[in-house]
């Protein structure tokens, strides 16, 4: 830990969030007088410039003279991390003390190469994407401003100013989603992934408080070094914390509960749902559960709740998945499951496991995404699946990057998911008789998104067209190139193995459950299951979809009530529409809006409004304007007050009578002694 | 030297004081006339003026004469645009009935 302080290299952390804020500000402000090229320049420099900084950065920790971390393991990893970048206090309250404070470390390493990296191509690809929108310098103004926002929450060194982040990329995306706000739905759904994601951090605050009343401070290293200080300290609070930081993770990675939002956002610009909702906002919870790592490691409770929500969720939309026909609802559906695979990863304590399938997953989703946006963009903004098919000549490119990414997803090795997803089933399966359990639904998440993958390659790309009067044509280089990059890095993203993988992220994130006692044998029977599952959802895919068509209708129509509960998602929007959505407006029109509002708190504006009326009606009398009337009044107080004083003396014992002068003469003595006094 | 040894006591001169205020008052609120108005002004003055001095004879002040000096200026300068303006006045409306100069008002 305090390493960092022996190793003082300057590497510029500070620049990585400023550099795409400025380009925020300047597309912001100046976007729309500027012409458009400029635009283009300054919304990819931006980005370009923190990737510059992130890979100078990770050279620098790779050439440093390393340190072997765990006993036993061959790998090593640079000494120097974690890097801290103080860049000033932030609040002092009493013992509190919160700092800018930024950390590079072997975890915020490998997510800023993910933010930053495919960020960067995303941002590539929208020129190409968005050439004829009339917002475009207003989309990438958002989309720099996403990645000032994420970049913040990965290098954050303390969790309020995670929180910043995490709230900031939440602002991000609802300005992204809701894009399009002339469009109903799109400002709709913007709107709903902001409510829902403010549930989610309501949970997220209430752990910040827990965590600040338990352990006096909010900084990462500090906590973590007050927990080692205290071995015994487990459950408890510490379950409470857990949990709510769960929900939080929830609400920003679209797990259940909280999942409702991640469909719905795939309102907003393909990119959007590419950079955001899939490859690297969704991800902030699993990162966040990664990088608070050592509270969930005292709560086995949490630790199974977080792998029971996983489980659930990867199986849950895999299964809603299957039905859907709109091209990016599939892979939100797809990019549920997969997250749900990360959580489970983290419920099993392979934290490790869980990033490595959050880098790869980046990588193929963001292809997933990108594809589709060719597609949609080939097809003149057709989402469609039914109306889609015969695009394998007529896109040649996206075809088979998307297939890459099709068979990347399935798990089919040696591409990156195989890895991945195979080092979070193993992960489970070593967890005992439960973890047995979690290993075979995440084996039939497999297997089950095997299946809507291929469903959704042969709809779009196989047999006849379905659309004859479109004519698809193939996206310009701008955007073909960041395909092509992705697809690159999901073949070969995983062939660093999970071991290495792990081995570098030990410091940051623990060391794999089984980094002790590693079983190969089991490993490799594990992944035969997992492959012959991805195979096995490729033929069925293979059969229903290409050779008999009408096969699927029939098995649809032969399980009606099936088929309506997955093709209404379960029916879950409608009923938290009805349960919670419902009842809130019932009392906000009525008891907040008639009762409190029009009744309570507008009686009493019209009550003190009526008063001053009433008043104003009284009094407006004495405004005569007649100078005599003002006189009068004016004498008629004077008497008055010399009344009082009369009255008022003589009650106090000094006698004030015209006939009995003393006093009179005693006052303006007094009176003439301070004249004398003011005149000198 | 005190009061007492005056043929006149204190108290009469304040009385006689307070009852010319008294008619300067009345005077300014009941009466029409511009002219009558103005003269209970000047009354209300003088009223203010004979304490002024019967203070500073009766405690050998000589600053409440001084003041005396300067209201007495101050009434002169004041009856110079007074008299001025109430002949303006007589001249535009051809009346000098406070009541029907009332143009300002709301």
Redesign the interface.
Known sequence: MNASSAFPIQLGLWLIPLLPFAGFLLNGILGCRLPRWMVTVIGLLAPLGSLLIVFNATLVAASHPGITVCKGCAYQVPSYLPNVENLGHWLAVGSLHIDFSLVFDQLSLVMLLVVTGVGFLIHVYSVGYMHSDPGYARFFSYLNLFLFFMTTLVLAGNILLMFVGWEGVGLASYLLIAFWFEKPTAAAAGKKAFVVNRIGDFGFLIAIFLILAQFGTLTFSEIAAKLAANPTFTGGVLTVICLCLLFGAAGKSAQLPLYVWLPDAMEGPTPVSALIHAATMVTAGVYMIARTHFLFDRSPAALSTVAIVGAATAIFAATIGLVQNDIKRVLAYSTISQLGYMFLACGVAAYSAAIFHLVTHAFFKALLFLCAGSVIHALGGEQDMRKMGGLRTKIPITFWTMTIAVFTIAGFPPLAAFFSKDSILYAAFLQGSGGIVLWFVGLFTALLTALYMFRLWYMTFFGESRTPDAHPHESPWSMRAPLIILALLSICGGWIGIERFAAFLAPSTGALPWAAAANPRLEIALVAFAVACAIVGWRIAHVFYLRKPERAAQLAASVPLGYDLLANKFYIDELYNSVIVKPLFVVSRYILGWVVDAAILGGLAWLLAGIANLSGMVLQRWQSGNLRSYAAWLAAAAAAVLLFVLLAGSSHGWSLTLFHPEPILKLSRISIAHLGQASH | MSFLQQDVP??WY??LS?ILFSLG?IG??IKRNLITVFMSIELMLNAVNLSFVT?AR??N?V?GQIFVFFVMMVAAAEAAVGLAIIIAVFRARSTLA??RI?L???
């Open positions: 204190l108290s304040l009385i307070a008052v300014f609120l203070f009766q405690w002040e600053r406070v009541d009332n300002m008002k709301l």
